[in-house]
């Protein structure tokens, strides 16, 4: 199959795949974005160049599910470092091995660590045991630091007023990036990876061309017309015009 075509029919799958490789391990809004950003990259770099390595021997959903768990391998390392067992774990074998993996390296709790190892076939420990082993392998500082409390979220040394300003800024952000979605949905199903690759991932009008085989001058009054109706969509729902700035400000 041509690998434009296999990437716009299979966008989803991607976003799907990336998506839960990121929850299992811990990983959640910006940074899985942006891991679901590098692999739509990677998937369109040099002409499709992952892509045009299918030679049908498996389906195309599995086939993406092994490339990407191969990325998320490499942005883990790229991100945190290579990580090394400890010679304790490895005496002890595998399931010490994996058990400690999820926990220091991926920060899961002792649950969720239980549950990742129970998904594995080769694993069939209980739980009193995995509670064993962990309390008998060295304890190591986790490798990541919850982000959860960003300077975002901090006290500022203001009003109460403020706080009641800043919740009725955010709640109206938040409509307006549903109103975005429902209209995004509505669209016709090349319309809407368009929109995403050249607005939510910020490809250039050249790449998306590249990317969907699409004549790049075409595509300049295309981008204007879906972006008319996007605007037209969300007035509809009484998004005012201070949230559809992006929309249209020029892009590369």
Not at 6 to 15: C, F, L, R, S, W
Not at 40 to 47: A, E, F, G, R, S
Not at 247 to 252: E, G, I, K, R
Request: charged share 35%; proline share 3%; with cysteine.
């Amino acid at each position: 199959m041509d690998p434009r075509q296999v990437y716009a029919d299979h966008i989803g799958v991607i976003e799907r795949i990336a998506e839960s490789l990121c929850r299992r391990n811990g990983i959640h809004g910006a940074d899985a974005e942006d891991f679901a950003s590098e692999v739509k990259l990677k998937l369109l770099q040099d002409d499709y160049a992952v892509l045009r390595k299918h030679r049908g021997t498996c389906s195309v959903q599995t086939f993406l599910t092994v490339v990407i768990a191969n990325l998320f391998r490499d942005h883990r390392i790229k991100m945190w470092g290579k990580w090394r067992s400890s010679a304790e774990a490895k005496r002890r074998g595998e399931t010490a091995v994996l058990l400690e993996a999820a926990i220091y390296r991926d920060g899961q709790t002792f649950d969720e660590a239980c549950n990742t190892l129970s998904r594995n076939g080769r694993v069939k420990v209980d739980r009193a045991e995995l509670r064993k082993i962990l309390h008998e392998i060295p304890h190591r500082v986790p490798r990541r630091v919850d982000d959860g409390a960003r300077v975002d979220d901090l006290p500022a040394p203001f009003g109460a007023d403020d706080g009641v300003i800043n919740r009725e800024r955010d709640e109206r952000l938040q409509a307006a990036k549903d109103a975005l979605s429902r209209a995004v949905a509505q669209l016709e199903r090349e319309d809407r990876v368009i929109i995403r690759m050249h607005y939510f991932e910020g490809l250039s009008v050249a790449d998306v061309a590249r990317g969907l085989g699409i004549d790049q001058k075409r595509l300049y009054p295309r981008l204007k017309k879906l972006l008319e109706e996007l605007c037209a969509r969300l007035k509809g729902d009484g998004i005012g015009a201070e949230y559809l700035e992006w929309l249209n400000s020029p892009s590369p």
